[in-house]
T-cell receptor
Framework: NAGVTQTPKFQVLKTGQSMTLQCAQDMNHEYMSWYRQDPGMGLRLIHY???????DQGEVPNGYNVSRSTTEDFPLRLLSAAPSQTSVYFCASRPTGERNSPLHFGNGTRLTVT | GNSVTQMEGPVTLSEEAFLTINCTYT??????LFWYVQYPGEGLQLLLK?????DKGSNKGFEATYRKETTSFHLEKGSVQVSDSAVYFCAHRDNYGQNFVFGPGTRLSVLP
């Protein structure tokens, strides 16, 4: 039972480079989301999706793109990395049909932009 | 808007001490409330939850009661262990949306 799988675990980028953070879940959850975790600021929502083909912006979407072509996958793209995007990124999912179900988190990707 | 406030810490306790981590929230309607725990190098794991007023969530010796009148969901444990050292996050999801709102997290260190 893999749950939510994120790759890579660590990544170092130079300013201006692009990359994709991968997220996959095997629980058939409709809802998927991306958060960034920064010291003293908790988790902030970047983008989310309530099903394949549907995405929406969260609290801090600038500089990030997402797509949801399948139920299982929800990649996060950094178009042109900036030092302000140095953070730990978490993907999370939940079933929307269960009203009080919690979020299930991946183990995170630690990104450093130099 | 929706928000969660919790004591940021760090909180340092001796083993077997009593723990309280305060959490208050603002939300529309009647939200579901959650406590998550994050151990070093890992993602967040659900610790406990409560879904309506006066509900008590409990797990691994931790407890929290949904207090609608004070909009609070304080986390307590009667006797902490070294293995409880982690970051604890309070969160809510309101009944009108799909998204969760998290507090800033409270780092707990338990010394032997």
């Amino acid at each position: 039972n893999a749950g939510v799988t994120q790759t890579p675990k660590f990544q170092v980028l130079k300013t201006g480079q692009s990359m994709t953070l991968q997220c996959a879940q095997d629980m058939n959850h409709e809802y998927m989301s991306w958060y960034r975790q920064d010291p003293g600021m908790g988790l902030r929502l970047i983008h989310y999706s309530v099903g394949a083909g549907i995405t929406d912006q969260g609290e801090v979407p600038n500089g990030y793109n997402v797509s949801r072509s399948t139920t299982e996958d929800f990649p996060l793209r950094l178009l042109s990395a900036a030092p302000s995007q140095t953070s730990v990124y978490f993907c999370a999912s939940r079933p929307t049909g269960e009203r009080n179900s919690p979020l299930h988190f991946g183990n995170g990707t630690r990104l450093t932009v130099t | 808007g929706n928000s969660v406030t919790q004591m940021e810490g760090p909180v340092t306790l001796s083993e077997e001490a009593f723990l309280t981590i305060n959490c208050t929230y603002t939300a529309t309607g009647y939200p579901s409330l959650f406590w998550y725990v994050q151990y070093p190098g890992e993602g967040l794991q659900l610790l406990l939850k409560a879904t309506k007023a006066d509900d008590k969530g409990s797990n691994k010796g931790f407890e929290a009661t949904y207090r609608k009148e004070t909009t609070s969901f304080h986390l307590e444990k009667g006797s902490v262990q070294v293995s409880d050292s982690a970051v604890y996050f309070c969160a809510h999801r309101d009944n009108y949306g799909q998204n969760f709102v998290f507090g800033p997290g409270t780092r707990l260190s338990v010394l032997p």
